[in-house]
């Protein structure tokens, strides 16, 4: 089998696209066309908790922002952790290619009023029941994506 070899050296199988890395802006823009993705949040030396959340990409504050419930284990969690990754992915199979961005910052619940006034707006609902009227804010501190050819 004929194996390819990028620029960079690596190589791929024929057939396959090499992974591309994606530019900040491009990255930020695909925040913006799905609306669900994978939190992380570790806690001390143990494996770090996942959880599926619906999001909004707010461009304004460049940050993940979602819904939560008092009381709820995520609403815990991020009252004890502040640093958290997040995310999202997606595959189109007429291309055969798929993309994955993944951002790292800092989470905090927005409590500001004319905030959370603003967010409130983006008209945002939870698809889990019950009461989630607790805005939480990951703001962007680094953002990391790539592309890839699927054989």
């Known amino acids: 089998m004929v ?15 090499p992974d591309t890395v994606l530019e900040r ?28 959340v619906n999001y909004a990409f707010d461009p304004r504050s460049q940050s993940i922002v979602f819904r939560t419930g008092e ?14 990754a997040f995310e999202v992915d997606d595959y189109d199979p007429h291309s055969r290619t798929a993309w994955s961005v993944i951002v790292v910052g800092v989470a905090h619940e927005v409590t500001a009023p004319a905030e959370t006034a603003r967010l409130d707006r983006f008209g945002l609902e939870p698809y889990s029941p019950g009461g989630k009227h ?14 890839v050819g699927v054989a």
């Open 134 to 147: 607790h805005w939480i804010q990951l703001r962007v501190r680094t953002v990391s994506g790539r592309r």
């Open 25 to 52: 802006d491009e990255c930020l823009t695909l925040l913006t066309t799905t609306g669900v993705g994978r939190l992380a949040v570790a806690l001390g030396e143990g494996a770090p908790v996942l959880r599926p």
């Open 71 to 84: 009381g709820s284990k995520l609403h815990a969690l991020l009252s004890t952790a502040r640093d958290a």
């Open 3 to 17: 194996t390819h070899v990028d620029a960079d050296g690596t190589a791929s199988a024929p057939g396959t696209e």
